[in-house]
């Protein structure tokens, strides 16, 4: 049984599910064009109700503190920034979720983002479940921008160090992971051998 009173145990917890559920070793295109030798697939973890519980905090923690809201790209922010929103309220914080549509709605609001808008100006973090190059998160920022919102700070499941950073650094944004993929690949090798 997890041990409560130890946030380092729910991070192992977590990464043994990554490594297990998530990470795997073969040959992948990229949403960016690239191909690898590694993917992770966080959604068997963030769609279970026991890994978005663990999850869930675990992002949480690195919300920054004036965020209002957490947003993120469908479809893989989708359940963090749900699960996020919720673990906040359990916190007695009020955070709203908003989702960005990968292209506006092309009927009835017409709308990019969905959610409980925030007045502009408020500062919202954007969640993600995994970075390569970044892209997909700097496009969700790009449409919370536009909306009028401060985005500062991206906060990612997986950072696969491949140049994510940087550009987000270009974009005047932080990126703030929970694991390297060579964390999640090195605790899925010990795990097989
Ligand atoms: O940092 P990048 O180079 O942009 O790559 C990472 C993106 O790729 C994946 O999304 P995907 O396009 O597979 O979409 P999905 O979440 O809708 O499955 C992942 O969820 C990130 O959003
Ligand atoms: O770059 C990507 O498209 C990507 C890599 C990865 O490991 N996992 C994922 O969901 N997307």
Redesign the pocket.
Known sequence: MTDRSDPSMDRDVLLDRLAREAYRFGHFT???G?SSDHYV???PVALSGTGLALLSPAMLALVEADAVAVG???????PLVSGVAMAAAHQGRALDALIVR?QAKGHGTGAWLEGPLPQPGARVTVL????????????AVQQLREAGYTVKRVVTIVD?E???SA?MAAADLELVSLFKLSDVATRAQELSA
């Open positions: 990229l949403a960016s690239r697939n966080c959604k993120g790209l469908t479809l893989g922010a989708d990968k993600e479940d995994v970075v390569t190059t970044g892209g997909s998160s700097i496009k696969r491949e140049g994510g550009a």
